[in-house]
């Protein structure tokens, strides 16, 4: 059972370049996230989904669109990239939803901007 | 604004041991609160709690939770080196229905030496 998916598991970008964060989940989970930790700091919610073509604006959604057309990916889009997004990304999944359940998370893709 | 505050920031012990790890919260709509580990990569979800007063307990690990006085704590006993990691607190905020966050501490890094 592979649980989250998360790729790619490293990447450098230079800035104003874009990328997509993969990720899957093989739970049949309603509920996804995407969560950035930056060093010494407590996880971020970037955006999340409720369901297929249900998203929502997290804490710190400025810079990144994400889209849900099923119920297994959750993609991260990072467009025009700046310094300011070097961080270690989380995807992550739940059941029941985050404030009811816990959450299953994937092993992160560190991103450098440079 | 709502914030976790986690205490002690770093840990260091000996093997066996006994440390708490203490989660305090300010949080509007409080729906939970959860416990997760994280050693390498991802965090790993270890306890959730939504009434005051009732212990969790996972073998040498335990957790309780005051609505009162808005704080958790989390003890390990007779600590092992496999329990070196971060451990992360979040609370879950409701916005109304399925909507709502997970607002996470900063962690508590504990190191445990042999």
């Known amino acids: 059972n592979a649980g989250v998916t998360q790729t790619p598991k490293f990447r450098i970008l230079k800035i104003g370049q874009s990328m997509t964060l993969q990720c899957t989940q093989d739970m049949n989970h309603n509920y996804m996230y995407w969560y950035r930790q930056d060093p010494g700091m407590g996880l971020k919610l970037i955006y999340y989904?409720?369901?297929?073509?249900?998203?929502d604006k997290g804490e710190v959604p400025n810079g990144y669109n994400v889209s849900r057309s099923t119920t297994e990916d959750f993609p991260l889009r990072l467009e025009l990239a700046a310094p300011s997004q070097t961080s270690v990304y989380f995807c992550?999944?739940?059941?029941?939803?985050?404030?009811?359940?816990?959450?299953?998370f994937g092993e992160g893709s560190r991103l450098t901007v440079l | 604004e709502d914030k976790v505050v986690q205490s002690p920031l770093s840990l260091v012990v000996h093997e066996g041991d006994t440390v708490t790890l203490n989660c305090s919260y300010e949080?509007?709509?409080?729906?939970?609160l959860l416990w997760y580990k994280q050693e390498k990569k991802a965090p790993t979800f270890l306890f959730m709690l939504?009434?005051?007063?009732i212990e969790k307990k996972s073998g040498r690990l335990s957790s309780i939770l005051d609505k009162k006085e808005l704080f958790s704590i989390l003890n390990i006993t007779a600590t092992q080196t496999g329990d070196s990691a971060v451990y992360l607190c979040?609370?879950?905020?409701?916005?109304?229905?399925?909507?709502?966050?997970?607002?996470f501490g900063k962690g508590t890094k504990l190191s445990v030496k042999p």
């Open positions: 939504t009434s005051s007063g």
């Open positions: 979040a609370v879950g905020r409701s916005y109304g229905g399925s909507q709502g966050n997970l607002i």
């Open positions: 949080v509007t709509n409080f729906r939970s």
């Open positions: 992550a999944s739940g059941r029941q939803g985050f404030i009811t359940g816990e959450l299953f």
């Open positions: 989904s409720v369901g297929a073509g249900i998203t």
